[in-house]
């Protein structure tokens, strides 16, 4: 019996979502810019998802982008105001994902420049906590010790919505 190979790679290609869930073809994934990130999401559940556990509201955000762009670039203002840094031209990338499996439920890479969040687990004290990350990174060079980056970030998470 001879196996045709051509066939066997096509099908291997075609099951590799399924295999790997987070692995993507340059279609599959969107972006939606605001004024400070470019988030980058799978499927518009997870981003509604996102929006919700940063807002608190659930909203058709492709009928009203305005008010789903104000969302996140809310929670990043209120970052750089609590820590009184204002990087020129700040803009972070933002990477959703939509099921947390295992490890962080949102990450940043100072490397990458990237956030990293769990849609269905983040909330807005984690997301504005790893922003903090970006925002502090972007204002100091070299970026800071891990350490006393941390003290700051957990600094924001804890007060974000004080004055309101």
Not at 9 to 33: N, T, W
Not at 63 to 73: I, K
Not at 119 to 136: L, P, W
Request: with cysteine; charged share 25%.
């Amino acid at each position: 019996m001879k196996i045709n190979l051509n066939l066997v790679f096509y099908a291997v290609l075609a099951a590799m979502p399924a295999i790997f869930p987070f692995s993507s073809s340059a279609g599959e994934e969107r972006d939606f810019d605001t004024s400070y990130c470019s988030i980058t999401y799978p499927d518009t559940k997870t981003l509604g998802d996102f929006f919700f556990r940063i807002g608190g509201r659930r909203f058709n955000f492709e009928d009203d982008t305005a008010l789903a762009r104000s969302r996140a670039d809310r929670i990043i203002d209120r970052v750089m105001a609590i820590l009184g840094m204002y990087p020129k031209n700040f803009k972070v990338r933002v990477r959703l994902y939509s099921e947390y499996s295992l490890g962080s439920i949102a990450s940043y890479d100072s490397k990458t420049d990237v956030v990293t969040v769990y849609a269905n687990k983040v909330t807005d004290g984690v997301f504005a906590h790893e922003v903090a990350h970006a925002v502090i990174c972007k204002y100091f060079h070299p970026n800071p010790p891990g350490k006393a980056q941390e003290i700051l970030t957990q600094y924001v998470d804890k007060h974000l919505w004080d004055d309101y």
